[in-house]
């Protein structure tokens, strides 16, 4: 840590989530990045692989049950279109703040070089294609890639 | 606190943003650039202008705005201010420093 007074160089940051809050945090971090001369790469995995599965990603919502903190009692939340409500009203309320959508977050991400890299075995286990996937995706990696990819001083790892 | 740039006494905060925008001229604007490694060519002055353009005008600067300015777009931008883009320009046009996380 002590070199270069424990600078930030590289943000590797894993998004495991497809929940509409998960995927937000790990792209504001990674833009933010950016934004500071750090530069950013995003590994996704599982259920983060629908922030970048071309016919998902405009579709992903918050999510309603088991999420305290939306003050909505779990029964409710699992009633039909509650979380498709929930979801429209949190994008209404992000558009106001200037904030983009998934797809247009993608595009700003990958013009600003943030590096984006699907994984391989979670590609696997849910039958995904390259072709499925934005186009601004680099590559299709392992775990062992993303490692590789991770090295150097400076580099910190974020699991999301 | 002051600071000598490009022979002029300049108030600046602590970050090396300045205080007061009619202190700036060109030659504070290529000091400071020169200072963050930044050569200023043609195409650097008009996202310049356009900033303090955008400032006097008080807009919230945001690296979403500067894509749809229509004066450059996202990727340009961080051709011609490699490091911290938003931060840099904003720096050496004279204007405050956007407290924009996007």
Not at chain 1, 133 to 160: P, R, W
Request: a negative charge; proline letters at 4%.
């Amino acid at each position: 840590m002590s070199e270069n007074n424990g600078a930030i160089k590289k943000m590797m940051i894993i998004l495991s989530k497809g929940t509409l809050e998960n995927v937000y945090a790990a792209f504001v971090l990674a833009n933010g990045a950016r934004m500071e001369g750090i530069d950013a790469e995003i590994f996704f995995t599982f259920f983060g692989l629908e922030a970048v599965h071309k016919k998902k990603l405009e579709h992903l919502h918050v999510a309603t049950v088991g999420n305290p903190a939306m003050h909505v009692p779990t029964m409710l939340g699992g009633l039909p279109g509650v979380e498709a409500l929930a979801s429209s009203m949190m994008k209404k309320e992000m558009e106001k703040i200037d904030m983009p959508d998934v797809h247009e977050f993608l595009d700003i991400m990958t013009a600003s070089g943030v590096k984006l890299w699907a994984c391989k075995l979670a590609m696997d286990m849910f039958h995904y294609k390259k072709e499925d996937l934005y186009e601004g995706v680099n590559d299709v990696i392992t775990v062992g890639d993303f490692y590789k990819q991770s090295q150097g001083n400076g580099v910190h790892m974020l699991f999301v | 606190m002051e600071k000598i740039i490009a022979g002029k006494n300049i108030t600046v905060n602590e970050e090396g943003y300045l205080t007061d925008f009619n202190q700036w001229d060109e030659k504070v604007g290529e000091a400071i650039a020169a200072e963050a490694n930044v050569p200023l060519s043609p195409r650097h002055w008009e996202i310049l202008k356009y900033l303090q353009d955008e400032h006097k005008n008080q807009v919230a600067l945001s690296i979403r705005r500067i894509g749809k300015s229509g004066v450059t777009d996202i990727k340009e931008f961080y051709q011609l201010f490699p490091v911290a883009p938003l931060k840099t320009a904003t720096k050496i046009a004279g204007i405050p420093k956007p407290a924009s996380c996007i």
